[in-house]
């Protein structure tokens, strides 16, 4: 039985700092933990749960740990069992181990667990994010209204729209009505803003059509909405929603404190309205009889709050105290971390300057700065700032210092090298430069590998097929290597489409017919007059290969998308011009229609597309990827880096 926190360090064999033990050992009351980057958050967790268990103020079994990812519910729950195992508390075999698993899935058991109590039927099926896009295509491409202010909108954006719109919904907390009262309230404010010359200004006019854009689209989600539930489906958004419905119900919440003696909240930064809601509903309440002053830990940085457009609302931790108060309703106690165990000096010296700086902008309640060990183990680190006169001249110096890190021993492996990039295009064309180096390299995420020029060639055939209007996927087509069309013919080829889309002249009598609907360049490519001949027979085959390709359109996704990877591998001069097929993308993009279509067979390529779209743009995070323990330098975006560690970046 310990009797000081201070055991721990011999124990578990951690110099666990002064900062860390007062979070560890912290009173069995709400708490929060302010950790700074870097400051050994994980570690803090997994010892306060040997703390409360080995000091008797907690069975192992009665523990309750959530995060976000499965990766990182795995890793703490890794590193509590064996923080126990070594402190003699548990034996794994016992079956009395802490209960660590991610937000959504602790909802979706409290669901089908007290789901009766709401009248919440189980044994809904639940939708992937692909199935999801699936259910909103069949929204959009059913939906019999005008779309005034969304006309000019592709089926694939419009699809992403309606299911991030119902995920926001969810999220919140809130309904189409009051998001509709809302909007028409702030339609009204807009209206009577101050004008310029008689005209709105450029971003009022722009929120105006925003917000009527907004309006618009509410129908559609409600449908979504409707036909998720006719069809018993239901999503981590909507089980969230429900299990926030749940806390309200008393016998759940006496149910959930009797079974957790002590809660762990990993990154509540992250956490959003419905799992805010859903977490004090359970666990804290306006008196000690309905849960107020239930041991709670929460430990997060405000300052390292990056997913508000995803629905995280970072006011979460800094409302803390208030909303998790102790029994006798003061507000809970605050635990900063400020001594980051992972960077060395220059390193802590530039982040401190750079959040002084933008704390002078926006003030955030985080640590004032980061401090280095006292045992200066971090050591000095490095800091470099190169500039470039061109992106090419960057991306090789990227691959030769790679190289000169591992061949001079300063770093161990590849796999120790991280290259962090602000989009998905940069990853993928660094990828291809390090790949002509001989550097390995593995991008994370599927979002970088549907950038490389292969799996976006295939991406915008697919794109031309669902939509021949899509005009951009055409032109990325025909100045492909590939087709190799000149400027020349491809301005000739845009002022023919406006000369074919041009309306008649007016009738003898007067009277102006209607207008046409504007040509796309494709269908301006049935008339090769006036282009050379070789320009003219790429059209031909062009438009052959194309009307092939819409044979597949009727079978499955798979096939369509195989038989279009085909058509462009066909042509030994695309891999030959740098697109080795082994480093193309195409095989993950095919695995990814493969899982998009497990769901249901009749699935639509407008839908499928909208999902591969939402995989591949910056900052939407579907799931966090797994880095892979491949001996390659890693390829990642700066959102998705968050978390991991590395030797050089």
Same mark, same amino acid.
């Given at each position: 039985?310990?009797?000081?926190?201070?055991?721990?360090?011999?124990?578990?064999?951690?110099?666990?700092?002064?900062?860390?033990?007062?979070?560890?050992?912290?009173?069995?009351?709400?708490?929060?933990?302010?950790?700074?980057?870097?400051?050994?958050?994980?570690?803090?967790?997994?010892?306060?749960?040997?703390?409360?268990?080995?000091?008797?103020?907690?069975?192992?079994?009665?523990?309750?740990?959530?995060?976000?990812?499965?990766?990182?519910?795995?890793?703490?729950?890794?590193?509590?069992?064996?923080?126990?195992?070594?402190?003699?508390?548990?034996?794994?075999?016992?079956?009395?181990?802490?209960?660590?698993?991610?937000?959504?899935?602790?909802?979706?058991?409290?669901?089908?667990?007290?789901?009766?109590?709401?009248?919440?039927?189980?044994?809904?099926?639940?939708?992937?994010?692909?199935?999801?896009?699936?259910?909103?295509?069949?929204?959009?491409?059913?939906?019999?209204?005008?779309?005034?202010?969304?006309?000019?909108?592709?089926?694939?954006?419009?699809?992403?729209?309606?299911?991030?719109?119902?995920?926001?919904?969810?999220?919140?907390?809130?309904?189409?009505?009051?998001?509709?009262?809302?909007?028409?309230?702030?339609?009204?404010?807009?209206?009577?803003?101050?004008?310029?010359r008689g005209k709105p200004y450029k971003d009022v006019e722009a929120a105006i059509e925003a917000t009527w854009r907004r309006l618009e689209l509410l129908p559609l989600v409600e449908r979504y909405e409707e036909l998720k539930s006719a069809r018993g489906y239901v999503e981590f958004a909507d089980l969230m929603a429900q299990a926030a419905g749940l806390a309200a119900v008393p016998g759940v919440g006496r149910a959930l404190r009797g079974e957790f003696a002590a809660v762990m909240l990993?990154?509540?930064?992250?956490?959003?309205?419905?799992?805010?809601?859903?977490?004090?509903?359970?666990?804290?309440?306006?008196?000690?009889?309905?849960?107020?002053?239930?041991?709670?830990?929460?430990?997060?940085?405000?300052?390292?709050?990056?997913?508000?457009?995803?629905?995280?609302?970072?006011?979460?931790?800094?409302?803390?105290?208030?909303?998790?108060?102790?029994?006798?309703?003061?507000?809970?106690?605050?635990?900063?971390?400020?001594?980051?165990?992972?960077?060395?000096?220059?390193?802590?010296?530039?982040?401190?300057?750079?959040?002084?700086?933008?704390?002078?902008?926006?003030?955030?309640?985080?640590?004032?700065?980061?401090?280095?060990?006292?045992?200066?183990?971090?050591?000095?680190?490095?800091?470099?700032?190169?500039?470039?006169?061109?992106?090419?001249?960057?991306?090789?110096?990227?691959?030769?210092?790679?190289?000169?890190?591992?061949?001079?021993?300063?770093?161990?492996?590849?796999?120790?090298?991280?290259?962090?990039?602000?989009?998905?295009?940069?990853?993928?064309?660094?990828?291809? #430069?390090?790949?002509?180096? $001989?550097?390995?390299?593995?991008?994370? *995420?599927?979002?970088? @590998? !549907? %950038?490389?020029? &292969?799996?976006?060639?295939?991406?915008?055939?697919?794109?031309?097929?669902?939509?021949?209007?899509?005009?951009?996927?055409?032109?990325?087509?025909?100045?492909?290597?590939?087709?190799?069309?000149?400027?020349?013919?491809?301005?000739?080829?845009?002022?023919?489409?406006?000369?074919?889309?041009?309306?008649?002249?007016?009738?003898?009598?007067?009277?102006?017919?209607?207008?046409?609907?504007?040509?796309?360049?494709?269908?301006?490519?049935?008339?090769?007059?006036?282009?050379?001949?070789?320009?003219?027979?790429?059209?031909?085959?062009?438009?052959?290969?194309?009307?092939?390709?819409?044979?597949?359109?009727?079978?499955?996704?798979?096939?369509?998308?195989?038989?279009?990877?085909?058509?462009?591998?066909?042509?030994? #001069?695309?891999?030959?011009? $740098?697109?080795?097929?082994?480093?193309? *993308?195409?095989?993950? @993009? !095919? %695995?990814?229609? &493969?899982d998009y279509e497990d769901f249901d067979r009749q699935a639509s390529l407008s839908g499928l597309l909208a999902y591969l779209d939402a995989v591949g743009s910056d900052g939407v995070g579907l799931e966090q990827p797994a880095v892979s323990n491949s001996d390659a330098v890693k390829l990642i975006t700066i959102h998705k880096a968050k978390g991991l560690e590395f030797d050089a970046v």
């Amino acid at each position: 039985m310990l009797s000081n926190p201070a055991q721990l360090r011999e124990i578990l064999g951690i110099r666990y700092s002064e900062e860390q033990l007062a979070a560890i050992g912290a009173p069995l009351a709400p708490g929060v933990v302010i950790a700074g980057a870097g400051s050994g958050k994980t570690a803090v967790m997994a010892a306060r749960a040997v703390w409360l268990a080995a000091s008797g103020q907690v069975p192992p079994g009665k523990l309750l740990g959530l995060t976000f990812t499965r990766k990182a519910a795995g890793e703490l729950a890794g590193r509590v069992r064996a923080a126990l195992e070594r402190a003699g508390v548990a034996n794994p075999a016992d079956g009395e181990e802490p209960l660590v698993t991610t937000y959504d899935a602790f909802a979706k058991q409290l669901v089908e667990d007290y789901g009766f109590f709401a009248g919440v039927e189980s044994g809904a099926k639940l939708l992937t994010a692909g199935a999801a896009y699936r259910v909103a295509a069949e929204v959009v491409e059913g939906w019999p209204g005008d779309l005034e202010h969304s006309s000019q909108y592709s089926p694939m954006w419009l699809t992403g729209e309606v299911r991030s719109l119902a995920h926001q919904l969810r999220s919140h907390l809130a309904t189409a009505a009051q998001v509709r009262e809302l909007s028409e309230r702030f339609l009204r404010q807009l209206e009577a803003a101050p004008q310029y010359r008689g005209k709105p200004y450029k971003d009022v006019e722009a929120a105006i059509e925003a917000t009527w854009r907004r309006l618009e689209l509410l129908p559609l989600v409600e449908r979504y909405e409707e036909l998720k539930s006719a069809r018993g489906y239901v999503e981590f958004a909507d089980l969230m929603a429900q299990a926030a419905g749940l806390a309200a119900v008393p016998g759940v919440g006496r149910a959930l404190r009797g079974e957790f003696a002590a809660v762990m909240l990993d990154e509540y930064q992250d956490t959003s309205a419905a799992q805010a809601a859903l977490l004090s509903g359970l666990f804290s309440g306006p008196d000690s009889e309905a849960g107020r002053g239930h041991p709670v830990t929460a430990v997060g940085d405000p300052g390292q709050a990056i997913y508000g457009w995803r629905g995280a609302a970072a006011a979460n931790i800094l409302e803390f105290p208030r909303v998790f108060p102790n029994a006798d309703g003061s507000p809970a106690a605050t635990y900063p971390l400020t001594i980051n165990r992972r960077s060395g000096r220059a390193v802590l010296d530039a982040a401190n300057a750079v959040s002084e700086k933008a704390r002078a902008q926006v003030p955030v309640e985080s640590p004032e700065a980061l401090r280095l060990r006292p045992d200066a183990e971090n050591g000095e680190g490095q800091i470099e700032v190169l500039g470039f006169e061109t992106d090419l001249e960057e991306m090789a110096f990227i691959g030769e210092r790679a190289s000169a890190l591992v061949v001079s021993g300063q770093v161990q492996s590849w796999a120790k090298i991280a290259v962090l990039t602000r989009t998905n295009a940069a990853s993928a064309r660094i990828y291809q #430069e390090l790949g002509r180096q $001989g550097v390995p390299a593995e991008i994370v *995420g599927l979002g970088g @590998l !549907l %950038q490389l020029p &292969a799996a976006q060639d295939v991406l915008a055939t697919l794109r031309l097929l669902a939509d021949p209007t899509e005009n951009p996927s055409l032109v990325r087509l025909l100045t492909s290597p590939r087709w190799a069309i000149g400027k020349h013919d491809l301005a000739h080829l845009g002022w023919l489409a406006k000369m074919l889309a041009r309306p008649p002249q007016e009738d003898v009598d007067g009277s102006a017919p209607p207008k046409s609907e504007p040509q796309s360049l494709l269908e301006a490519m049935s008339h090769p007059e006036g282009f050379p001949p070789e320009t003219a027979r790429r059209f031909r085959r062009f438009t052959a290969e194309l009307s092939h390709l819409r044979e597949f359109a009727s079978g499955s996704l798979v096939d369509l998308a195989q038989a279009v990877a085909q058509a462009l591998g066909a042509d030994a #001069e695309y891999f030959a011009l $740098g697109a080795d097929p082994r480093l193309s *993308g195409i095989p993950e @993009l !095919l %695995q990814a229609v &493969a899982d998009y279509e497990d769901f249901d067979r009749q699935a639509s390529l407008s839908g499928l597309l909208a999902y591969l779209d939402a995989v591949g743009s910056d900052g939407v995070g579907l799931e966090q990827p797994a880095v892979s323990n491949s001996d390659a330098v890693k390829l990642i975006t700066i959102h998705k880096a968050k978390g991991l560690e590395f030797d050089a970046v």
